[in-house]
């Protein structure tokens, strides 16, 4: 590209000079500011030549102007022009082999509105000439914004602060199962309505609860005695009571009609329920209270948290573990297998770990940590966009929402006064509800909606104020 002229013509009237101001502009030339031709000179702005563009390609008259007509050599009395003070000037600066802009024809004038309606261009390390054919320059997204108050907060007395424990869960019917105490309570997020499942008396507690997968309204419950009970919700019957336990059961998982339960036994039980057993199998390896059970989306692999601040991952005929990961130095609950990528896992650890770890379970191999300075009690992944939520304990309380890869906070939200212990996700993948010893629910927005889904049907968008769930 050739070096752009100075033209000097569209700036303010240049005053006449005579042969003193020529001696001048010599002594200026051969001074210690004069720049050698053979380096690259550059200009914080960019002043276009109307002399060089062809007017003629849009029958534009071009006048010159008085001075310019007048325009003659340098003899003795007779004044400079413009014209040859800015050819004296431009041999100065680029030497005297440099061409003329005028000299090269049909240059676009529209060359130089392109690079002057991009200011930002001179900042990017690509010229604007090396970008490929149909590249062009997008604007930067704004960062979604995620608003920092719950729009729903519902009292949820004998919710226990036990960070073992899982109180919560959502289910594809739009159900949310809460356990208070020894009783098992439904709200149903589209009419509010809350009903009383089941009371388990006085001598047992819920200690867990997890809703089947979609296309039933069964809920399994674990319970203080060790015991897993299957309710079908949309009637409030007990179907099943199972057994095998001989400690509380504190974490479920389910995987069609098979339900993994975990207990303080260390154990782990595999139950079908189209089974007259109580369990098929039972899975050995952990050393201390299974906290944290989810299966993988594509339901190939269980992986398993435990106080033993171990990591297992287990296939679907295995009772040991395939993979063991040891990283963690706290106990280990918050567990969440990705929706966009096989294989992807996170885990978080307790108070003396405070950590988020992800995991590649195809090649076996630690991706990255995360110090989030809190006690991590869960995590779950939007099914919207790849982006995570956790919720902590000691000694923020808080809640993030995560971009990944980045690991960049989207939002910090407050609000509990106690550890965030726990947490479900709508249906549809925009709504969180979390739970804390507080003894309160609150429902926070933090995912976009699904690009096929009308934003009216957001849950609850409509909701505002505090109620009691029983």
Not at 20 to 49: G, Q
Not at 83 to 96: M, P, Q, V
Not at 406 to 423: D, F, N, P, Q
Request: proline share 6%; glycine share 8%; net charge positive.
């Amino acid at each position: 590209m050739p070096r752009p002229s100075l033209n000097l013509e569209t700036l303010a009237p240049i005053p006449s000079f005579s042969s003193s101001s020529s001696e001048h502009v010599k002594r200026l030339i051969n001074s210690k500011h004069y720049v050698s031709p053979s380096k690259t000179i550059c200009f914080d702005r960019f002043i276009p030549s109307r002399s060089g563009s062809n007017f003629e390609l849009f029958h534009i008259p071009s006048t010159p102007s008085p001075s310019s007509a007048a325009a003659g050599g340098n003899d003795g009395g007779k004044e400079e022009s413009p014209s040859a003070y800015a050819a004296l000037l431009r041999d100065a600066l680029f030497g005297t082999n440099t061409p003329d802009k005028r000299e090269i024809p049909g240059r676009n004038i529209f060359r130089y509105r392109t690079e002057t309606r991009q200011p930002m261009q001179s900042f990017s390390p690509y010229g604007f000439d090396d970008e490929g054919p149909g590249v062009s320059q997008s604007p930067v997204k704004a960062p979604r914004k995620v608003p920092r108050s719950p729009y729903k907060v519902l009292d949820a007395p004998a919710l226990q602060d036990d960070f073992y424990l899982n109180l919560v869960d959502w289910s594809s019917q739009n159900v949310l199962a809460v356990g208070l105490g020894n009783c098992v309570y439904l709200w149903n997020a589209c009419s509010s309505k809350v009903t009383k499942l089941c009371d388990l008396g006085i001598d047992d507690s819920v200690c867990s609860v997890g809703w089947a997968q979609r296309g039933t309204n069964n809920l399994a419950v674990g319970t203080f005695n060790g015991k897993v009970q299957i309710w079908d919700a949309s009637r409030c019957k007990k179907i099943r009571n199972m057994e095998g336990h001989r400690l509380r059961v504190g974490a479920l998982a389910w995987s069609s009609s098979v339900l993994s339960s975990g207990s303080r036994d260390k154990s782990i039980l595999q139950r079908d329920i189209r089974s007259p057993e109580d369990f098929v199998s039972k899975l050995s390896g952990h050393k201390s209270e299974v906290c944290g059970l989810k299966w993988s989306y594509d339901n190939r692999q269980l992986a398993s948290g435990g106080n033993d601040n171990r990591l297992f991952v287990w296939n679907q005929h295995s009772t040991q573990p395939v993979l063991k990961y040891c990283e963690h130095t706290a106990a280990v609950k918050a567990i969440a297998w990705s929706p966009h990528l096989h294989g992807l896992l996170a885990s978080g650890g307790g108070t003396a770990d405070r950590c988020i770890r992800f995991w590649n379970t195809t090649t076996n191999s630690h991706l990255s940590c995360m110090d989030t300075g809190s006690q991590v009690c869960n995590l779950v992944w939007s099914k919207n966009v790849n982006e995570l939520v956790s919720t902590h304990g000691y000694s923020q309380n808080q809640i993030i929402v995560w971009r990944y890869p980045t690991m960049s906070k989207l939002a910090t939200l407050t609000g509990h006064t106690y550890r965030v212990l726990y947490l479900a996700i709508s249906p549809d993948g925009q709504t969180i509800v979390t739970g804390a010893g507080d003894e309160t629910l609150r429902f926070w927005n933090v995912f976009p909606s699904p690009k096929s889904q009308n934003t009216d049907s957001e849950i609850g968008a409509s909701s505002f104020g505090r109620t009691t769930i029983r």
